[in-house]
């Protein structure tokens, strides 16, 4: 079925958005999920883990299939292009865990504990930087 360009493009994000997060299932389902402060277990037993697996891929049978019904497209995105929107984000996000950016959940910072959280968001950002400026030589902006 033929779609307006707006209401694909917004389909394709959706069916994007899908895909991440039948990859993080299968992730957890394989056990290779967790990260630095999520760890996570798991209750089940093999057969159903592989139950669940099945009806993952099935999903995502089904999204193949919704796609080519309404015509979707697969659109090339360039990874510089995506590297630098991650870079973008881990920024906003490192600056969102300021303690002046939190003064809106009730609770004021010891004075000690917001130098030193200050200090770490400042460490992290020098890295993300550092990522930034590598994305950039490698794309051949710098």
């Known amino acids: 079925m033929k779609l307006d360009e707006l209401h694909r493009r917004r389909l394709e994000a959706t069916v994007q958005l899908l895909e991440e997060s039948v990859a993080r299932c299968r992730r957890w389902l394989a056990g290779t999920?967790?990260?630095i402060v999520r760890v996570v277990r798991s209750s089940l037993d093999e057969a159903e883990r592989e139950r669940l697996l099945r009806e993952i891929d099935l999903f995502h049978a089904e999204l193949h299939r919704f796609a080519a019904e309404f015509e979707l497209e697969a659109r090339p995105v360039d990874?510089?292009?995506l590297l630098n929107a991650e870079?973008?984000?881990?920024?906003?996000?490192?600056?969102?865990?300021?303690?002046?950016?939190?003064?809106?959940?009730?609770?004021?910072f010891d004075p000690g504990v917001a130098r030193a959280l200050n200090g770490e968001v400042d460490r992290l950002l020098e890295h993300v930087e550092v990522l930034r400026k590598r994305i950039a030589r490698s794309a051949g902006e710098a």
């Open 79 to 81: 990874l510089m292009q």
């Open 33 to 35: 999920g967790g990260g």
């Open 87 to 108: 870079v973008s984000t881990a920024w906003v996000m490192l600056e969102n865990c300021r303690p002046k950016r939190m003064k809106g959940y009730g609770v004021a």
